[in-house]
């Protein structure tokens, strides 16, 4: 086999928020590094999702990188929840300022990874022919990065266009004149919805399962809240990381049961949580993911705002969710129930009659027609595993993570994996990752490994690895935990359930923030829990 031409200290994949700051922490170590992106500019799931109305779920002020002073103080935000085109642009903005461009090679997706026992090193194949030989392989590759697109029969005969909202063309679709259909009312979709019903001749959306939506009430950022918080930036930080999820620091919290609260106070609690907008509405009572009973309040309330806002009363009930609320990602939206009440949007319910086929003109569902120019894929992503387990990664004894992972995804902490060493996952499964604000779990991910690596190094050790005992006892305990949650009462991305034949097991961790309590002491106990060899 001919030699790598290369030989670095890591290798980092992906170029979204966890690989450029990876990248900043190694490089400021003096690490030799080599970075991978399938895209062709750095942004991760900021680069991919383009789609109309695309916008975080989590505030600007929260959503951003604390590890700089400067750059928190100098980048201004413009809206309460930035879009898609500011994040980027930030995204943008901290690669050139930090110089990190030049640790990646774009346009470039990681195929093979592949441990040899023998030299404690990896090799990183790529799809375009390049071989790197590193220590570490630091997987940064996102936990919502492989689009979902369903095999819906006949999807190669449709003569109009097909898009992903997880893949969206750069320069941005026109959809003046069209009929579009849409698939799909996840948080992508209702994001969607709004916009293109605005500009399409007609909009039909393909509803599956309907979804809890809460209004972001969007809008520019109050220039005195950003100097507020930016005055005392440090410290919002730190209360920030507190909340359950790292988020909503400035949503109020009660240790209360909802059913224990007197109904008129639940109820002008639940308003005022309305009006505010955004997560913070299920934040007002500690069970409302725990008691059936308490979580019904809070899903009462939002069914009675879907009637409020749906003028047709048939509509509003296809549009109301009858599962737990917050058992999947709750979507904030800005007019989506009201756009239901436009006269070119149709709401067409599949949950009993799938789409049957796609044929050259549109799309058939239980024998009717329904005659497109466009369709818009809002169907989702193979969710934390599906893009480790598109790569061949294979640790010891040459045995692949996709065998090890074929019931379901196992971790120790959701950071390394017992025979693979050396590797590391970024936000990976059973850590907190996506029930968290992505950007404070990627920061702490990403220093606890920096801090790992150059440990390692100062006490010339050449490997980590979780043992298995670690690992089985943090995966029955993430099972567990979840286990105690409504969480696992309806079918989410969390579970895999949208993928089929994807084992349906509950993937991230519940508990942050003890989760990072629980990182810093297995640090401070030599990596308990790890194997290090010398
Ligand atoms: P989601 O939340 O996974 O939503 C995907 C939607 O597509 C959801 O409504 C699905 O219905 C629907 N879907 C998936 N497959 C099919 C098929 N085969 N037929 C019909 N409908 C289907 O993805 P998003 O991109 O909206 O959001 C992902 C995350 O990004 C979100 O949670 C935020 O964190 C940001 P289902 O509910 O499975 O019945």
Redesign the pocket.
């Known amino acids: 086999m001919a030699q790598p031409a290369q030989r670095v200290d890591a290798v980092i994949v992906g170029a979204g928020f966890a690989g450029l700051y990876m990248a900043h922490r190694l490089d400021g170590l003096g690490f030799s590094l080599q970075g991978f992106e399938a895209g062709s500019a750095v942004g991760g799931t900021w680069y991919w ?1 383009r789609y109309p109305g695309a916008r975080c ?1 989590v505030e600007s002020m929260e959503y951003s990188y604390q590890f700089s002073e400067e750059l928190q103080q100098e980048w201004e935000w413009t809206e309460r929840y930035a879009g898609q085109p500011e994040i980027l642009r930030y995204a943008t903005h901290v690669a050139d300022r930090f110089d990190l461009h030049r640790h990646f090679e774009f346009d470039t997706r990681v195929t093979e990874a592949v441990f040899d026992e023998d030299e404690d090193v990896w090799t990183i194949r790529t799809d375009t022919g390049r071989t790197v030989a590193a220590r570490f392989c630091i997987m940064a590759t996102g936990c ?1 990065s492989s689009a ?1 697109t ?1 095999a ?1 029969p006949g999807m190669e005969t449709f003569a109009g266009e097909v898009y992903h ?2 893949r969206w063309p750069h320069e941005g679709v026109d959809f003046s004149g069209k009929r579009v259909g849409i ?8 994001q969607a919805i709004p916009v293109i019903a605005r500009e399409a001749a007609h909009l039909t959306v ?4 309907p ?1 809890y939506s809460i209004p972001a009430r969007n809008g520019p950022l109050d220039p005195d809240v950003q100097r507020a918080i930016k005055a005392e930036y440090p410290e919002f930080r730190a209360r920030n990381s507190l909340m359950p999820g790292a988020l909503g620091v400035q949503a109020t919290m009660r240790e209360m049961a909802a059913v224990d609260d007197d109904p008129d106070a639940r109820r002008r609690d639940y308003e005022e949580r309305w009006g505010i907008g955004g997560f913070a509405f299920l934040m007002g009572y500690e069970d409302l993911l725990i008691n059936p009973e308490s979580n019904d309040t809070a899903a009462d309330f939002v069914r009675e705002k879907i009637a409020e806002a749906v003028r047709n009363p048939d509509v509003a009930a296809l549009l109301s969710p009858h599962n737990v609320i917050g058992c ?2 709750p ?1 904030l939206d800005t007019g989506y129930y009201e756009t239901f009440n436009r006269d070119n949007v149709t709401l067409v319910d ?2 009993n009659a ?2 049957e086929e796609i044929t050259p003109t549109g799309l058939l569902v239980d024998g009717v027609g329904y005659d497109l120019d466009c369709i818009v ?5 193979d ?1 934390m595993t599906g893009t480790l387990q598109r790569i061949d990664i294979r640790g010891r004894g040459g045995r692949s993570l996709k065998e090890k992972w074929a019931a379901g995804p196992r971790t120790y902490l959701g950071l390394g994996v017992a025979g693979f060493p050396n590797l590391f996952t970024i936000s990976g499964p059973g850590s907190p990752s ?1 029930l968290t604000n992505m950007m404070v779990s990627i920061e702490q991910h990403v220093n606890w490994i920096a801090d790992c690596v150059g440990h390692l190094r100062s006490e010339g050790i050449a490997t980590i690895e979780a043992t298995e005992p670690a690992e089985d006892e943090w995966v029955a305990h993430v099972n567990d935990v979840a286990g105690e949650t409504l969480y696992p009462t309806c ?3 969390y579970l895999g ?2 993928v089929p034949g994807k084992p349906r097991v509950f993937m991230p961790y519940i508990g942050y923030p003890p989760y990072v309590e629980k990182c810093d002491e297995v640090a401070a106990k030599g990596y308990e829990g790890f194997a290090l060899r010398a």
Do not use: E, M, Y
């Open positions: 999702n779920d919502l979902n369903p819906f909202t997880g698939i799909g009312t996840g948080s992508s979709a209702i393909f509803q599956r399962t979804n999947k990602r979507c599949i949950s799938p789409v894929c809002a169907t989702g992503f969710a996506v079918n989410s991305w359930v949208n």
